[in-house]
């Protein structure tokens, strides 16, 4: 059985296909992961939420094709209720997925790798085990974190940081480290950076700020917790948020709004932002979020008007692929922006499914020689705001094409928290790992 130590020590090796006892091979710059077949190949790299889903679609969709998933973790480990697993409302196992079992079902091969290098003139992914060739490519690596706007190339400061103040917004052993921080907090000045948006699932910090100040409350820690918020308010759900900070959590949760960071000096435990200037005890330091390796790689990012990178790939808003390659698709918080009224869908695990499942029925269509209609996603999103009586809040996004073929985007924010939307969040995360993980 694999568990959460496997999750932690794993390195990189073939998943699909290994034989029990493999010799070391050395990898070279023309060493090839699979030599290609008969069928169309779709790669996809990055197994998370959207590629995972992608590559179940596919199968869902009948497409005549070899599908091969490129991921460098061994288990899937979800963010999705890793809030509530930190405070302990949650078990272990409710976070971690076999990504083996699906692979089977569903058809496709799961390698076990790091992806290195994207080289689209050739239509070849490199990989730490070798390149592979594909005819579609859907990119779906998530995020990565941005400590460069905060120390430029200053590696110290980034390597500290990322130690001793994880972040805890990919999946990876930071959730580990935070767990064990609030479990051993004694008290003090507990800071939460906010990321600028666009970030990964928007409300997740404040709920993070919720579980926490529940758990210290509970346990009688005297605790402060302080969120520096680069926004002029708290959004989405910024009502229901507000009324636990203000109704739960008056003493414990200080919300600080237009709060951007200036300098952040993480040896002297100091932060300066625009609106307040921060000595703390511990921290949970959440940088700017930006598209994943693999997107620069492939030199798919955006730019501005004025040059600079967006720092998100940039897609046909539509249709989901890179502007200048139709072959190469972006799933998940990949995405970079698509429609002027609002920018960009939520970096959220509701988003990369519907999308992966959007994209799956797409190249379906393209292979059978059909005609490709758009389809848009939902999102939805539920935020636990008490762990005793367990209560929670929730937001809605719907998606519409309007008349002159832009995409308008209507939210609704359910402020009263209840237990209700507690149980509708398991029914939720139940639906979506039985969509691509059971
Ligand atoms: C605390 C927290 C709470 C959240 N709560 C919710 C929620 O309630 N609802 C919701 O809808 N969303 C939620 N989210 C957001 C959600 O987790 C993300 O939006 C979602 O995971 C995005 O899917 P993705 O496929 O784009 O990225 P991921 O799921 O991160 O998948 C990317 C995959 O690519 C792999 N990868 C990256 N680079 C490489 C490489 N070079 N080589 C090989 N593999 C690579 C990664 O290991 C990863 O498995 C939450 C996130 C956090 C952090």
Excluded at 192 to 211: D, F, I, N, Q
Excluded at 309 to 325: F, Q, S, V, Y
């Amino acid at each position: 059985m694999l568990n959460r130590r496997t999750f932690i020590a794993a390195g990189a090796a073939t998943v699909a296909a290994a034989p029990a006892i493999a010799a070391p091979v050395a990898v070279t710059s023309t060493t090839m992961l699979k030599p290609k077949g008969k069928k169309p190949r779709i790669v996809i790299a990055g197994g998370g939420w959207g590629g995972l889903s992608a590559a179940r679609h596919l199968h869902a969709q009948g497409a005549d094709a070899e599908v091969v998933v490129l991921e460098r973790n061994p288990i899937f480990w979800s963010l999705p209720m890793s809030n509530k697993w930190l405070i302990d409302v949650l078990n272990t196992d409710y976070l971690l997925h076999d990504m083996i079992g699906p692979s089977r079902k569903y058809g496709y091969e799961l390698v076990q790798t790091e992806v290195t290098g994207i080289e689209r003139d050739k239509k070849i992914v490199r990989t730490s085990q070798g390149q592979i060739d594909y005819d579609f490519l859907i990119v779906a690596g998530g995020i990565r974190n941005g400590y460069d706007a905060w120390f430029g190339n200053d590696e110290k400061a980034i390597e500290f940081t990322r130690r001793a103040y994880p972040s805890g917004y990919t999946a990876d052993a930071e959730h580990v480290a935070i767990k064990n921080k609030i479990h051993n907090f004694k008290g003090g000045t507990m800071v939460m950076t906010l990321p600028p948006p666009p970030h990964r699932c928007p409300p997740s910090p404040y709920e993070r700020a919720c579980v926490m100040a529940w758990y210290f409350k509970k346990n009688k820690i005297p605790a402060k917790i302080v969120i520096l918020d680069p926004k002029p308010r708290i959004m989405p759900i910024g009502g229901g948020f507000k009324a636990a900070f203000d109704e739960l959590y008056p003493d414990i949760i200080q919300h600080i709004p237009n709060a951007k960071v200036k300098e952040v000096d993480p040896f002297n435990k100091k932060i300066v932002t625009t609106a307040a200037e921060v000595k703390f005890d511990d921290a949970i330091l959440m940088p700017p979020h930006q598209a994943a390796d693999m997107v620069w790689r492939a030199d798919l990012i955006g730019k501005t008007a004025d040059g600079k990178p967006t720092t998100w790939a940039e897609i046909h808003p539509t249709m989901l692929h890179a502007k200048e390659d139709p072959n190469v698709y972006l799933v998940g918080d990949v995405m970079g922006a698509v429609s002027k009224q609002f920018g960009y869908y939520p970096k959220s695990a509701h988003v990369a499914n519907y999308i992966g499942k959007i994209v799956a029925i797409y190249i379906a269509q393209r292979l059978k020689g059909q005609e490709v209609k758009t389809l848009l996603p939902d999102n939805l999103c539920y935020m636990m705001v008490s762990g005793e009586p367990k209560e929670a809040i929730s937001v809605q996004f719907d998606y519409e094409i309007m008349p002159d073929g832009t995409i308008s985007q209507k939210q609704i924010d359910i402020d009263i928290r209840s237990a209700d939307l507690v149980e509708e969040d398991h029914k939720w995360a139940q639906r979506m790992y039985g969509d691509f993980l059971a």
